[in-house]
């Protein structure tokens, strides 16, 4: 009978633990929530305010997140949140051979996170180049 008594203690414990290390885990719910931004998702409905809720690199939430907790706020209020734009035509291919310029923050800071390039038939490599090796 003692040792059900032990057990029985052991088990409560061990569930408490894990109860315990579960709700820890949650606590946080995103790693990243942008609040009160106006929201253009790019699909060409109109813009919305809302929150945005990410964990990792991924965007798991759009909506009223009031509430919710993260391990970083960034408060967008006033300001536009859109996804990533795309420059379609541009001529920085020849920098971003260059280590100085390849991190391209003159887009980034536009917004822009994605550029095409060699659209005018140059680019970073040359076809010389390619031969030589």
Same mark, same amino acid.
């Given at each position: 009978?003692?040792?059900?008594?032990?057990?029985?203690?052991?088990?409560?414990?061990?569930?408490?633990?894990?109860?315990?290390?579960?709700?820890?885990?949650?606590?946080?719910?995103?790693?990243?929530?942008?609040?009160?931004?106006?929201?253009?998702? &790019?699909?060409?409905? +109109?813009?919305?305010?809302?929150?945005?809720? @990410?964990? *990792?690199? #991924?965007? =798991?939430?759009? /909506?009223?997140?009031?509430?919710?907790?993260?391990?970083?706020?960034?408060?967008?209020?006033?300001?536009?949140?859109?996804?990533?734009?795309?420059?379609?035509?541009?001529?920085?291919?020849?920098?971003? &051979?260059?280590?100085? +310029?390849?991190?391209?923050?003159?887009?980034? @800071?536009? *917004?822009? #996170?994605? =550029?095409?390039? /060699?659209?005018?038939?140059?680019?970073?490599?040359?076809?010389?180049?390619?031969?030589?090796?």
């Amino acid at each position: 009978m003692k040792k059900a008594k032990h057990l029985a203690y052991f088990c409560f414990i061990l569930m408490a633990i894990s109860f315990s290390s579960n709700c820890n885990r949650t606590a946080a719910g995103y790693d990243i929530l942008i609040t009160n931004g106006k929201i253009v998702d &790019g699909t060409g409905m +109109a813009g919305f305010y809302g929150d945005i809720g @990410i964990k *990792g690199d #991924t965007i =798991v939430a759009i /909506g009223d997140l009031s509430g919710k907790a993260a391990h970083k706020k960034i408060d967008a209020g006033g300001l536009v949140i859109t996804p990533g734009f795309i420059d379609m035509h541009t001529h920085c291919d020849g920098g971003l &051979g260059s280590p100085e +310029a390849n991190a391209n923050l003159n887009y980034l @800071i536009q *917004g822009t #996170t994605t =550029v095409v390039t /060699g659209n005018c038939g140059d680019g970073t490599f040359k076809i010389d180049e390619l031969k030589e090796k």
